[in-house]
């Protein structure tokens, strides 16, 4: 893995990039309809995109509710930490902004990852697009 970029902005900024993670990691592989993935949040959430020698390979947003959503690796990028580095550059920005939390809706299989970032499960597992969910939440 090279260095990875991690750029953020504006989704009218970023827009074909997350889109082109999204479609691939949600609706191809994970069969999450078309109309579940895309929502009214994405105009106002701040987007983050990871850059491996310019290609786009990840996509994450931040909502102004300190939520942090749409978290997608591309398949063949997945396992050589580009999550990890992405999640900590949210969890970096969210402290900066003076936010005292962020949270966000986990995948039941991703629970250990997110933990590993200092998530805490909260509550029950819950269905949401038919896939097992749990809320985590992390407090600076």
Known sequence: MQQLQILSGSWEQF???A???REQVFIQEQQIAAEDEWDSEDAVSLHFIAYD????????????????GRVAVLKEYRGQGVGRVLMQSIIQLAQQQGRSFVKLSSQVHALPFYASLGFIAEGEEYLDCGIPHMDMRLCF
């Open 19 to 21: 889109k082109l993670i």
């Open 53 to 68: 020698q310019g290609q786009a390979i990840a996509t994450a947003r931040l909502l102004e509710n300190n939520s942090i």
């Open 15 to 17: 827009a074909q990039d």
